[in-house]
């Protein structure tokens, strides 16, 4: 029960540190090139899917903070609804984070290949250092998204082992 806790607390920081670093990876990541005699200045604003994972990044970074001090202040889940909370909240967070994760990828791959038929120009060419920091922003976001499941499933396994296997729907003390 005290690793299965700890084990918790290492991943939520782990995830958080991920998912900070990869906000500054993109929301500082800049380029200026001149193309044509115009200074062309490249940033994460000109495509809307890492704008959209920055935001994310954010938000579930500050979600598993906030389990966090519950945990760390004695308000850990005790009850089974925190617990069905937490399962919930948790699975969302996975889910909202590699959606974003796979749309900033691909968006950024468009932006890498380029469309001849949408007239979009391939951006790595010019602006090489702003698509390696992008590129691997959206690496150490996967690999933030690989953790945030494990610790869902460690959240479905604290929330289900309340369960008893003998009756259906009852809770072990009710059995």
Not at 157 to 172: A, E, G, T, V, W
Request: with cysteine; glycine share 4%; aromatic share 14%.
């Amino acid at each position: 029960m005290v690793r299965l806790k700890e084990t918790e607390v290492i991943l939520r920081i782990c995830i958080v540190f991920l998912l900070l670093l990869t906000s500054v990876l993109v929301g500082l990541d800049s380029q200026t090139e001149e193309i044509a005699y115009i200074h062309k200045k490249v940033t994460f604003r000109d495509l809307f899917a890492l704008e959209l994972e920055l935001y994310i990044n954010v938000v579930v970074a500050a979600y598993n903070m906030v389990q966090l001090g519950f945990g760390w202040y004695g308000v850990a889940q005790k009850t089974s609804n925190s617990k069905c909370l937490s399962y919930f909240l948790d699975q969302t967070a996975v889910y909202v984070m590699f959606a974003g994760t796979s749309a900033a990828a691909q968006h950024s791959l468009l932006v890498l290949t380029g469309s001849r038929e949408l007239q979009w120009m391939k951006w790595c060419y010019k602006f090489t250092r702003f698509c390696f920091q992008i590129g691997s922003a959206i690496i150490l976001n996967y690999i933030a998204a690989i953790l945030l499941i494990i610790l869902s499933a460690l959240s479905a396994f604290n929330l289900f082992r309340l369960y008893s296997p003998k009756r259906y729907f009852h809770f072990k003390s009710s059995s």
